[in-house]
Structures are given as structure tokens and as C-alpha cells.
């Protein structure tokens, strides 16, 4: 009886989990035996793992061959198991010492050739290799940037089967992979493509300083668009363990740019329309993958034309929003997925979205109102900032004198505000405005009841709901961490209950 063992990685949600791949031959009829919970795509690496073995120059027992992936009860999923497979089996009937695989981690697709694929979700895989104590990762050479983020973790590149057989067998090493480094990522969109529009642009400002959500409305040309597309390049690059955290997303989902293994962009998403709920939140009928909200995590979730969307997959966006997370639950397991983005809406006033605006709109006040109560109350009762833009005039777009404002210009105010948010919350765990729970908002730093008489008013009016006046105060202090305030006064409290009912007002 011939037995070895080595490891694998399986994906949940975005984290990885160690895979154990055991290899024992037996006498018997010549078949292949694969436990241990592996979907369509595991069990067809069988005949995958046996082409590859034989183009790649040896051969395949004949014989009983049992192949376990433990733990048992975590379903197995994807081409990634490819690699292990092949080296165990080859391992079992002593082409390479089996001492050598026992503790190495192996990654990869094989072609029939015995050539190797790159798969997704390398980074947490790596990731989870280095937290068990595995100090060594083999990947297809396309992956081999990603794996090498992970620090304390020797990465070996391989191309063919062929490779790793040799390397292990004492051959010629496959050397350790370096890190190339990553080429400059070209600029983004500038906010000083936007024309006029000062309401909008100080909306996506204060919106960018305190991580707040945003609806937008406005005739079709006004530049909704354009300003939900430039919000990104206002946030700050992100960190060392946020970019490690959306990298791992992008990883999963298979939309790691090539050649910039890690994103230090903010990301942008904006899904079309016809987004199911699996697409915008997460799912899917075999692996469970990330949804649009989960790939722009902190980052940036735009949904244009709104009230297109299904109001059933809208107001799946409700709890997740609130919570930073989303779990989706399948009869196999479940899969948890980060997703602390912020939300950016646009829609038109109306359905027949005229350019002249109310003056040539041909609807009746009732279609406009069924066309707006496509978005939930609910729904937008979670939007701090609700701006209408009107339609840019002729003396903004042909006779303007003073170029606006850039987006690096912009940014440098966004930092600073930020700045100062992170110095007033610290301690706390937060860093945004937006994410200050309200009670804590109030009982740490009141602000004066005199500069609270219009949202006070306005709460007994029943324009604001509790809800609404907790998130009015937190764009006020984003208004006054932008003007470099310690409190904020009337004025910013007036400004914030603005931008809270400017689209109630309009």
C-alpha cells in the first residue's frame, strides 16, 4: 500500500481554507476515487490530473487510486485542486519523495498538455497558508505577483507539471519568486471635466470626506454620471490591510487587473440595470461568489438610472449597507463578504427624462410619483445626501471664465477632513463620520441646541425622522471637519439638513 499526502486550498467567501489531499493506491481493478464533498469541476480534475500526468512524461498507476480531500464536510469547489492532485498521486507511486509534499502547498488548473493555468482566489489562499505555518506555495506563474504579497510565504512559479515533478524530484529548482514592481496605475477621471454644477460637485466633496451615501437626481446631461464616476479619485489610496482586503475580493471574483497584483485604488462598480440580486449582492448557483456591493468594497457602488432597477434587488442593499457585510446562505453553506462601500444613486425626476427639465416634461403628476416611489423609503432613509441638479446652463458650459477646480485640488481637502474625523474618533475604532453610531454622536460631542434649531423643527414637522437627524449631525461634522471647525454651527447644520431635503424640496 502506497500513501501521500500534501495540501490545497478551498475558498470560502473570500478566505481561504486548507485543503489536505491524500493519495492511497490499492490492488484492484484500475479506477479513481474521489471523496470528500468536491463539486463537477473537482471531480472532472480526475481526467484533467491523468492527461497531464501522461503528456507530461509518466505514468498512471493502474491501480486502486483513492483520492480524500479533508476536512470531509467543507464542500470542494473549482479547478484549483488540479496541481495537488497530480503531485500526490505522483508522490504515492514514488516519482517525487513524498517527505517533499507533505507540508508543501500546491495551487493551479492543469491542461491535458500538463501545463499550468492560473485560477482565482490565490491571495487568500496564500493568505491562509501562511496563518496554518506553511512556509512554501507552489502557482501558475500568472499568479505568482499575487501569491508574493503575503509576507513570511516562499512562492514558487511554475509553468508545467513537468517543472514542479523536477524540482521536487531534485532536478532543476524552480528559484523563488520575486515581486516585480508594480507600474504606476494611469489617473482617473478629473472633477475638472465637470462644468458648473457647484451643488453637485460640494455634494461628492462632502460625500468623499465622510464616507457618506449619495443620491443624486437631475435631467439627462446635468452630469450625474460624470460626478459619481470622479468620487473615487477624491477618497484616499488605500492603506497596506485595506488593499490587501479588496485585492483578496478581486482576486475571488477574477477581476485582479493584470499587472497591478494589488489595488491601491479605491474600486468603482456600476452594474447595469438588469443586475439580479445574485449579481448586485452575491451569489450564484454553484460557488459563491462576490456581488457588484462586495467588489466595491471601500470604494465606491453606483447605480444609475435607479428607479430601473428592480425595487426587490434594491432593498436587498438595506441591511448589508447597515451592517458591512452580507451573508448569503446556500443549501451547501454559506459565505460572508465584506462590503463597506458607499452607495451612489442617480436617477432622473422623471420617466420621460426630459433635457429642459419640468418646463417640457410631458408626465402627470402621478407618473412622476409612481416613477420616484420605485425607490423605497426605507432605502433612502439611509442616504445622507440627497442633491438635484439642474440642468447645466449655457453661460456655465460655453462662457465659463475659471476652470474648475481638480480632482488632486479637491482630494487634498478630502484628506485633511478626514484627517481630523480620525483624530476626534480615535479610540472608537472609527474613522468616518458616516459610521458614528448616532447615540455616541450625540451624548460625545453635542453640538450646541442653538445651532440645532432647523433640524430640530424640522424633525417635529415630520420632514426628518430620527434616523434622518442622526445622519443630518453627521454630515454636519463632515462640513465642519472641511472647514476646519471643532463644532459645527448653524450654518453647517443648515447645509447638511439641505442636502438631506433637497430632493423632498424639489
Given at each position: 500500500?502506497?500513501?501521500?499526502?500534501?495540501?490545497?486550498?478551498?475558498?470560502?467567501?473570500?478566505?481561504?481554507a486548507?485543503?489536505?489531499?491524500?493519495?492511497?493506491?490499492?490492488?484492484?481493478?484500475?479506477?479513481?476515487?474521489?471523496?470528500?464533498?468536491?463539486?463537477?469541476?473537482?471531480?472532472?480534475?480526475?481526467?484533467?490530473?491523468?492527461?497531464?500526468?501522461?503528456?507530461?512524461?509518466?505514468?498512471?498507476?493502474?491501480?486502486?487510486?483513492?483520492?480524500?480531500?479533508?476536512?470531509?464536510?467543507?464542500?470542494?469547489?473549482?479547478?484549483?485542486?488540479?496541481?495537488?492532485?497530480?503531485?500526490?498521486?505522483?508522490?504515492?507511486?514514488?516519482?517525487?519523495?513524498?517527505?517533499?509534499?507533505?507540508?508543501?502547498?500546491?495551487?493551479?488548473?492543469?491542461?491535458?498538455?500538463?501545463?499550468?493555468?492560473?485560477?482565482?482566489?490565490?491571495?487568500?489562499?496564500?493568505?491562509?497558508a501562511?496563518?496554518?505555518?506553511?512556509?512554501?506555495?507552489?502557482?501558475?506563474?500568472?499568479?505568482?505577483?499575487?501569491?508574493?504579497?503575503?509576507?513570511?510565504?516562499?512562492?514558487?512559479?511554475?509553468?508545467?507539471?513537468?517543472?514542479?515533478?523536477?524540482?521536487?524530484?531534485?532536478?532543476?529548482?524552480?528559484?523563488?519568486?520575486?515581486?516585480?514592481?508594480?507600474?504606476?496605475?494611469?489617473?482617473g477621471?478629473?472633477?475638472?471635466?465637470?462644468?458648473?454644477?457647484?451643488?453637485?460637485?460640494?455634494?461628492?466633496?462632502?460625500?468623499?470626506?465622510?464616507?457618506?451615501?449619495?443620491?443624486?437626481?437631475?435631467?439627462?446631461?446635468?452630469?450625474k454620471t460624470?460626478?459619481?464616476?470622479?468620487?473615487?479619485?477624491?477618497?484616499?489610496p488605500?492603506?497596506?490591510?485595506a488593499?490587501?482586503?479588496v485585492?483578496?475580493?478581486?482576486?475571488?471574483?477574477?477581476?485582479?487587473?493584470?499587472?497591478?497584483?494589488?489595488?491601491?485604488?479605491?474600486?468603482?462598480e456600476s452594474?447595469?440595470?438588469?443586475?439580479?440580486?445574485?449579481?448586485?449582492?452575491?451569489?450564484?448557483?454553484g460557488?459563491?461568489?462576490?456581488?457588484?456591493?462586495?467588489?466595491?468594497?471601500?470604494?465606491?457602488?453606483?447605480?444609475?438610472?435607479?428607479?430601473?432597477?428592480?425595487?426587490?434587488?434594491?432593498?436587498?442593499?438595506?441591511?448589508?449597507?447597515?451592517?458591512?457585510?452580507?451573508?448569503?446562505?446556500?443549501?451547501?453553506?454559506?459565505?460572508?463578504?465584506?462590503?463597506?462601500?458607499?452607495?451612489?444613486?442617480?436617477?432622473?425626476?422623471?420617466?420621460?427624462?426630459?433635457?429642459?427639465?419640468?418646463?417640457?416634461?410631458?408626465?402627470?403628476?402621478?407618473?412622476?410619483?409612481?416613477?420616484?416611489?420605485?425607490?423605497?423609503?426605507?432605502?433612502?432613509?439611509?442616504?445622507?445626501?440627497?442633491?438635484?441638479l439642474?440642468?447645466?446652463?449655457?453661460?456655465a458650459?460655453?462662457?465659463?471664465?475659471?476652470?474648475?477646480?481638480?480632482?488632486?485640488?479637491?482630494a487634498?481637502?478630502?484628506?485633511?477632513?478626514?484627517?481630523?474625523?480620525?483624530?476626534?474618533?480615535?479610540?472608537?475604532?472609527?474613522?468616518?463620520?458616516?459610521?458614528?453610531?448616532?447615540?455616541?454622536?450625540?451624548?460625545?460631542?453635542p453640538?450646541?441646541?442653538?445651532?440645532?434649531?432647523?433640524?430640530?423643527?424640522?424633525?417635529?414637522?415630520?420632514?426628518?425622522?430620527?434616523?434622518?437627524?442622526d445622519?443630518?449631525?453627521?454630515?454636519?461634522?463632515?462640513?465642519?471637519?472641511?472647514?476646519?471647525?471643532?463644532?459645527?454651527?448653524?450654518?453647517?447644520?443648515?447645509?447638511?439638513?439641505g442636502?438631506?431635503?433637497?430632493?423632498?424640496?424639489?
Amino acid at each position: 500500500m502506497a500513501l501521500a499526502r500534501t495540501w490545497s486550498v478551498g475558498l470560502v467567501g473570500v478566505r481561504g481554507a486548507l485543503v489536505e489531499v491524500e493519495v492511497d493506491l490499492a490492488p484492484g481493478v484500475p479506477t479513481v476515487v474521489l471523496v470528500g464533498l468536491p463539486d463537477a469541476v473537482v471531480r472532472q480534475s480526475v481526467d484533467r490530473v491523468r492527461a497531464a500526468v501522461v503528456n507530461s512524461g509518466h505514468d498512471f498507476p493502474l491501480r486502486r487510486v483513492t483520492i480524500g480531500l479533508s476536512p470531509a464536510a467543507m464542500p470542494k469547489q473549482g479547478s484549483g485542486f488540479d496541481l495537488a492532485l497530480a503531485v500526490a498521486v505522483l508522490a504515492a507511486v514514488g516519482v517525487v519523495p513524498a517527505e517533499r509534499v507533505r507540508e508543501l502547498v500546491l495551487l493551479g488548473e492543469l491542461g491535458l498538455d500538463g501545463s499550468l493555468r492560473t485560477v482565482r482566489g490565490v491571495l487568500p489562499a496564500a493568505l491562509a497558508a501562511a496563518r496554518a505555518g506553511h512556509r512554501q506555495v507552489v502557482v501558475p506563474a500568472g499568479n505568482a505577483d499575487e501569491a508574493a504579497l503575503v509576507e513570511g510565504v516562499e512562492v514558487l512559479a511554475a509553468e508545467t507539471l513537468g517543472q514542479v515533478v523536477a524540482h521536487l524530484a531534485g532536478g532543476t529548482a524552480i528559484p523563488v519568486h520575486e515581486r516585480a514592481s508594480a507600474a504606476p496605475e494611469p489617473p482617473g477621471p478629473d472633477l475638472a471635466d465637470v462644468v458648473g454644477q457647484t451643488a453637485g460637485r460640494r455634494a461628492v466633496e462632502v460625500a468623499a470626506a465622510g464616507g457618506h451615501h449619495l443620491f443624486l437626481t437631475g435631467p439627462p446631461g446635468a452630469g450625474k454620471t460624470m460626478l459619481a464616476e470622479r468620487l473615487p479619485g477624491l477618497l484616499p489610496p488605500l492603506d497596506e490591510r485595506a488593499a490587501m482586503e479588496v485585492t483578496a475580493i478581486a482576486s475571488v471574483a477574477g477581476t485582479l487587473p493584470p499587472g497591478a497584483p494589488l489595488v491601491r485604488r479605491p474600486t468603482f462598480e456600476s452594474p447595469h440595470h438588469s443586475a439580479t440580486m445574485a449579481a448586485l449582492v452575491g451569489g450564484g448557483s454553484g460557488q459563491i461568489r462576490p456581488g457588484a456591493l462586495c467588489r466595491a468594497h471601500l470604494g465606491v457602488l453606483f447605480l444609475d438610472e435607479a428607479p430601473e432597477f428592480p425595487r426587490a434587488v434594491l432593498d436587498t442593499l438595506r441591511q448589508p449597507l447597515e451592517r458591512g457585510e452580507v451573508t448569503i446562505h446556500r443549501a451547501n453553506g454559506s459565505a460572508t463578504f465584506p462590503c463597506r462601500a458607499q452607495l451612489v444613486l442617480a436617477a432622473n425626476p422623471c420617466p420621460c427624462a426630459s433635457a429642459a427639465g419640468d418646463t417640457a416634461c410631458t408626465c402627470s403628476p402621478l407618473e412622476r410619483r409612481r416613477y420616484q416611489a420605485r425607490l423605497s423609503g426605507p432605502l433612502l432613509d439611509r442616504i445622507d445626501l440627497r442633491v438635484t441638479l439642474p440642468a447645466v446652463s449655457r453661460a456655465a458650459w460655453l462662457d465659463g471664465v475659471a476652470p474648475p477646480e481638480s480632482t488632486q485640488v479637491v482630494a487634498r481637502r478630502v484628506r485633511a477632513a478626514r484627517e481630523a474625523a480620525a483624530a476626534r474618533l480615535a479610540g472608537t475604532g472609527l474613522t468616518l463620520n458616516s459610521a458614528v453610531p448616532g447615540r455616541l454622536l450625540r451624548e460625545r460631542w453635542p453640538v450646541p441646541r442653538r445651532a440645532l434649531a432647523l433640524a430640530e423643527r424640522a424633525l417635529e414637522r415630520g420632514s426628518l425622522s430620527v434616523r434622518g437627524f442622526d445622519r443630518v449631525l453627521r454630515v454636519a461634522w463632515t462640513l465642519a471637519d472641511l472647514a476646519g471647525l471643532g463644532t459645527p454651527g448653524p450654518d453647517q447644520i443648515a447645509e447638511a439638513l439641505g442636502m438631506r431635503l433637497s430632493r423632498a424640496a424639489a
